[in-house]
């Protein structure tokens, strides 16, 4: 039982922070334990794109999710195995956490301890036991707490029916009668101690008579500020040489279109070889070797060859149509494309020479009567 929560250091050296192995473990070292029940919606790991959201988002984005009053952006929230060391000094803990997959390569993640994380402020103790019914705390946002012993004891089997598990049971405080009779519908409701601070009962496990439950209590502080630690992933292994008996050849986008005119779905309007001579118009910017490659069937990257300056990006340097891919129109009829849908392409600028453009169906941003709309990924 603990009375306080500090984070004392990250264990992980700076290097290994910076180019972090992708089935690694990362460890924290606190002052006290955190509290075990609940402790992934308090602590986890977050992945984050390290080239466009350097900084945290703007509050204007509606995507983002709030953790404490940090604001964290929207992708990935890592499933981890979280698992907790006793140090033998000076009542220290370690928290591990060790993702369930393989992290992203050369990816970009935040560790996050909220300011909501507190310690294992109490004990709980079945000090008569019939059977394996067992009781659990629940600790809210703005939970309180204080210096008490509590003592649970069952007076009444359970009653069990459908949807229904209905409990009585007497509450001592310190020796003293607290609640002399609590009858109690387990399966949709918890008992409260103090401030958010709540008895959940296990709903699906009957409780038998005087079964006794003691809790010990003590006051605490939480960390009171959320804290992110910046992960940034890298890999250094061998690569596995592939067969020299297997030959592989790489599709180009003309081997695609022929595949569908030879199979009748789309025909040629002109000559692939022939580029038809563009007009040069006068203080127009010119950029060469433009390639475009499919990352997602929704992410496009697009090279333009040279550095592009941020504030060149806007919504009318592009021309966007969204149809049929290679005029194939039997595409609705084969559940491949939705011609009713309408899209959020958002675009924004990767490591400088770069363009990305990501598609998100969405009805609610896009006006009435409009395929898509463009906006900044910011």
């Keep these: 039982m603990y009375s306080q929560l500090?984070?004392?250091?990250?264990?992980?050296?700076?290097?290994?922070?910076?180019?972090?192995?992708?089935?690694?473990?990362?460890?924290?070292?606190?002052?006290?334990?955190?509290?075990?029940?609940?402790?992934?919606?308090?602590?986890?790991?977050?992945?984050?794109?390290?080239?466009?959201?350097?900084?945290?988002?703007?509050?204007?984005?509606?995507?983002?999710?709030?953790?404490?009053?940090?604001?964290?952006?929207?992708?990935?929230?890592?499933?981890?195995?979280?698992?907790?060391?006793?140090?033998?000094?000076?009542?220290?803990?370690?928290?591990?956490?060790?993702?369930?997959?393989?992290?992203?390569?050369?990816?970009?993640?935040?560790?996050?301890?909220?300011?909501?994380?507190?310690?294992?402020?109490?004990?709980?103790?079945?000090?008569?036991?019939?059977?394996?019914?067992?009781?659990?705390?629940?600790?809210?946002?703005?939970?309180?707490?204080?210096?008490?012993?509590?003592?649970?004891?069952?007076?009444?089997?359970?009653?069990?029916?459908?949807?229904?598990?209905?409990?009585?049971?007497?509450?001592?405080?310190?020796?003293?009668?607290?609640?002399?009779?609590?009858?109690?519908?387990?399966?949709?409701?918890?008992?409260?101690?103090?401030?958010?601070?709540?008895?959940?009962f296990s709903p699906d496990i009957p409780f038998l008579v005087d079964e006794t439950f003691t809790i010990s209590t003590t006051d605490f502080t939480g960390i009171e500020d959320t804290l992110l630690q910046n992960i940034e992933t890298n890999i250094h292994a061998d690569i596995i040489p592939p067969s020299e008996e297997i030959q592989s050849e790489r599709i180009e986008n003309a081997d695609i279109v022929k595949f569908y005119e030879d199979n009748g779905w789309t025909q040629r309007t002109q000559d692939q070889t022939e580029e038809p001579e563009q007009p040069v118009i006068p203080g127009e910017p010119i950029v060469n070797d433009i390639s475009s490659s499919f990352i997602h069937p929704s992410t496009i990257i697009i090279d333009c060859g040279a550095e592009i300056s941020p504030y060149s990006l806007i919504d009318s340097v592009f021309n966007i149509d969204i149809s049929y891919a290679f005029n194939n129109f039997v595409l609705p009829e084969m559940g491949y494309y939705n011609e009713d849908a309408q899209y959020v392409i958002y675009y924004s600028i990767v490591d400088k020479n770069f363009i990305k453009l990501e598609t998100q169906e969405n009805t609610e941003l896009v006006p009435i009567g409009q395929k898509f709309i463009l906006l900044p990924r910011i």
């Design 6 to 200: 500090e984070v004392i250091e990250v264990l992980n050296t700076p290097e290994e922070l910076k180019s972090f192995p992708v089935e690694g473990t990362i460890n924290i070292l606190f002052s006290g334990k955190p509290n075990p029940v609940g402790i992934g919606e308090y602590a986890y790991i977050i992945r984050h794109d390290n080239d466009m959201d350097v900084n945290l988002p703007n509050v204007a984005d509606y995507a983002i999710r709030e953790v404490g009053y940090v604001q964290v952006d929207r992708y990935d929230k890592v499933e981890s195995t979280v698992t907790f060391t006793e140090e033998t000094v000076d009542e220290s803990w370690i928290l591990s956490f060790t993702p369930k997959e393989a992290l992203i390569t050369n990816a970009a993640y935040y560790l996050v301890l909220s300011k909501y994380l507190v310690p294992e402020y109490y004990e709980i103790v079945k000090t008569i036991s019939y059977g394996p019914s067992s009781i659990a705390i629940e600790t809210g946002q703005s939970a309180t707490s204080e210096v008490a012993d509590w003592t649970i004891q069952i007076i009444t089997e359970s009653v069990l029916s459908q949807g229904s598990h209905v409990i009585e049971f007497s509450v001592l405080k310190d020796g003293s009668s607290y609640a002399p009779l609590i009858s109690l519908n387990i399966r949709h409701a918890t008992f409260p101690l103090s401030e958010d601070v709540n008895i959940a």
